[in-house]
């Protein structure tokens, strides 16, 4: 049973670190890499991009909502594969 459950998790992150490398293409190519300026927080003050363009900080002039969320979904998918990775070695 064990061994099977291992398989399983190292097949499930095995398939999620390749899609993260696609993913993080998918942001290279877009021009989505600094859609996200601050790490680990979105702008100083919010941990998430903005939702809509009234809630974009003043002051912040160059700022495509699209490309902050395409960046912020390859952080959370990050975030996923490395828990994944965890569950592997536990």
Request: with cysteine; charged share 15%; proline share 6%.
């Amino acid at each position: 049973m064990k061994k099977k459950l291992f398989f399983q998790s190292a097949v499930t992150a095995t398939i999620l670190s390749y899609l993260l490398i696609f993913i993080g293409g998918l942001v290279r190519v877009s021009g989505a890499g600094m859609g996200c300026e601050d790490w680990p927080k979105c702008f100083p003050d919010r941990w998430f991009p903005p939702l809509s363009s009234d809630q974009i900080p003043i002051g912040v002039d160059s700022f495509n909502l699209t490309l902050a969320w395409i960046e912020y979904g390859n952080r959370l998918f990050g975030v996923l594969v490395g828990i994944s990775i965890i569950v592997l070695t536990v």
